[in-house]
């Protein structure tokens, strides 16, 4: 009796002491699966907050192209103004054409489109992927809606009027096949 109930004893401890492993064992995953968790989370606010700081930096490309090309439309009309009001025609007809250089100049879009990209990784080639027949102009327009810019801060960034911007974006929706309802902005930002 003494034997069978000793071994009966053994078994039970050796039963206590294999859930006791396993419990803590469970314990030990669950604290590794948590501060995995924690670490991911962690990682993810320093990506969100890094994105952030690059759709800033963005912006602030898109705003000062924006301001450059409408200080040198002014310019531009101004010398208009003078032209037609003096006889100075060469010099201010080279000066024009110094600044519509600079305002069409396509280094600063490539410097955009190379930013534009850190941000909002694979959105041309997605854009050109599905709708293989959109300029490079329609491309520019489609950053700049992506990026949520109002028609009047478009249009000195492509030189053209308000009015044209219009008529662009309604054509862009055209090729893209969206409906009259649908918005060209809500569009972009849903796509990647």
Not at 67 to 76: A, F, S
Not at 146 to 153: A, D, H, I, P, V
Not at 186 to 192: D, E, I, M, V, Y
């Amino acid at each position: 009796m003494y034997v069978l109930h000793r071994r009966k004893i053994l078994k039970a401890q050796k039963l206590l002491q294999l859930k006791y492993e396993e419990s803590n064992k469970n314990i030990l995953e669950a604290q590794t699966r948590e501060n995995e968790r924690t670490l991911i989370e962690i990682r993810n606010d320093a990506l969100k907050k890094e994105i952030e700081l690059k759709s800033k930096q963005l912006a602030n490309t898109a705003i000062a192209l924006v301001k450059k090309n409408e200080t040198l439309l002014r310019i531009k009309n101004d010398l208009n103004f003078i032209q037609k009001n003096s006889n100075a025609d060469f010099s201010i007809k080279k000066i024009m054409r110094q600044i519509d250089y600079s305002i069409e100049h396509e280094d600063e879009w490539d410097i955009f489109e190379s930013n534009f990209n850190h941000v909002h990784e694979e959105f041309f080639n997605e854009l050109k992927r599905k709708f293989p027949d959109l300029t490079r102009k329609d491309l520019k327009m489609c950053a700049f809606l992506k990026m949520n810019l109002s028609t009047k801060e478009i249009a000195p960034l492509l030189n053209i009027s308000v009015r044209g911007i219009e008529t662009h974006r309604y054509r862009l929706k055209r090729k893209l096949n969206l409906d009259k309802d649908e918005n060209l902005v809500a569009f972009f930002q849903n796509l990647r």
